[in-house]
Nanobody, 124 residues
Framework: QVQLVESGGGLVQTGDSLRLSCATS????????MGWFRQAPGKEREFVAA????????YYVDSVKGRFTISRDNAKNTVYLQMNSLKPEDTAVYYCALRWGVSYSDSRGQYAYWGQGTQVTVSS
């Protein structure tokens, strides 16, 4: 099994920071793109950020640019999402995902494996 386990979510106030972690069981972790998605109540799951194999290229949805940073530690088979200046609009369940392809994608359908999600709630 390919397992992805998110952690680090919680209840915070507007302006606070959180760092989400996604630990994986993927032996060849460094050969895959990784992504973060989120799903708010009543809304579709949406792309948040992605990172390429060696971490040299990152991608973000416009609404989080300048506030969120995706990174990875290939030695630990882990991807992170640093979330700063959080807003109530960021409230959602956050999921990490793995893409088998060798190029960037912001489409849910292009990611093959998903974690169970971690809840982020930002109060105002």
């Amino acid at each position: 099994q390919v397992q992805l386990v998110e952690s680090g979510g919680g209840l915070v106030q507007t302006g606070d920071s959180l760092r989400l972690s996604c630990a994986t069981s993927i032996r060849t972790f460094s050969t895959y793109y990784m992504g973060w998605f989120r799903q708010a109540p009543g809304k579709e799951r949406e792309f948040v950020a992605a990172i390429n194999m060696d971490g040299g290229s990152t991608y973000y949805v416009d609404s989080v640019k300048g506030r969120f940073t995706i990174s990875r530690d290939n030695a630990k088979n882990t991807v992170y999402l640093q979330m700063n200046s959080l807003k109530p609009e960021d409230t959602a369940v956050y999921y990490c995902a793995l893409r088998w392809g060798v190029s960037y994608s912001d489409s849910r359908g292009q990611y093959a494996y998903w974690g169970q999600g971690t809840q982020v709630t930002v109060s105002s």
